[in-house]
């Protein structure tokens, strides 16, 4: 079991429910073939096109950065061989629609009156 995220909620609970998730989620590892700048662009426009087509498809995503910027971990998901880095870790599952709540739109927009 673990615990619901509560974001969208317009006041968060105190005690949060839980849920059974998936035992073995799918964890994706977005690569490309090199490690420059261009390479990162590169990693960031497929990385929107998985999480878009996720949304289509009403999947959950979470991407994960914080385990590459451990040397180790990102030289096990490499393939140096084939000058394969790894930019990104996504997980995909199911769960429930979220979204964060909105500001009225008065309370963002200036006008010139």
């Known amino acids: 079991m673990k ?9 968060p609970r105190r005690v949060r429910s839980t849920e059974r998730f998936e035992p073995f989620p799918t964890i994706l590892v977005l690569t490309t073939r090199g490690g420059t700048e261009r390479h990162w662009v590169a990693a960031g426009q497929a990385l ?3 999480l878009l087509l996720a949304t ?6 979470t991407p994960i ?3 590459l910027e451990i040397p180790a971990i990102r030289r096990m998901l490499a393939n140096p061989e084939r000058g394969v880095e790894a930019q990104m870790i996504i997980r995909v ?3 429930p629609p979220a979204a964060a709540p909105r500001r009225p739109l008065a309370e963002v927009l200036v006008t010139d009156d």
């Open 65 to 67: 950065s914080q385990p």
């Open 48 to 50: 929107q096109r998985v």
């Open 56 to 61: 289509v498809h009403h999947l959950a995503t």
């Open 93 to 95: 599952g199911c769960g």
């Open 3 to 11: 615990p619901l995220r509560d974001v969208g909620l317009a006041t």
